[in-house]
């Protein structure tokens, strides 16, 4: 059976996300004056700020870290006032990583800036674009379910 969709358009569909990622990064030619971070540790807010209260090692496998590079993002995380480590309550041996008033507030910045250069790249016409966030989020949650393969020459 053929595929619905080209490899070709799938690539390009990829691409095209890869190209309006640069176009938004906070730290590129528009930056915002947000704690800077790098991808490493900008991958490690993240899921720190969804899932508050979550330990290390949770977020080490949700990222597909390696335990020792999460580890030094999450120092430098908390050096720079991003993260806050906590001794779970039930646990005195466990850790729970909450994001910190300062992230909150690089957070609300962050999503001002991506919606305002999202809404002035389409000119008020909005159109379908709940459609196509929900597409991103669903290839997103595919991508998590299914680890990249080795691709054949």
Request: proline share 7%; aromatic share 4%; with cysteine.
């Amino acid at each position: 059976m053929q595929p619905v969709v080209s490899d070709g358009v799938l690539a390009a569909f990829a691409d095209v996300v890869m190209r309006i990622a640069r176009e938004i990064d906070p730290n590129g030619p528009h930056g915002l004056d947000i704690v800077p971070l790098t991808g490493t540790e900008a991958l490690v807010m993240r899921w720190v700020h969804h899932n508050p209260g979550t330990s290390p090692s949770a977020v080490a496998e949700a990222t597909a870290l390696q335990r020792s590079n999460c580890s030094v993002a999450l120092r430098s995380l908390v050096a720079k006032g991003m993260i806050e480590r906590q001794t779970a309550p039930d646990d005195a041996r466990a850790v729970r990583l909450l994001p910190t008033p300062l992230a909150d507030r690089s957070v609300e910045k962050l999503h001002a800036y991506w919606a305002e250069r999202l809404r002035s790249a389409l000119d008020d016409d909005q159109k379908g674009f709940a459609d196509a966030a929900e597409l991103l989020i669903r290839v997103e949650d595919g991508l998590r379910r299914h680890p990249a393969a080795p691709v054949s020459d």
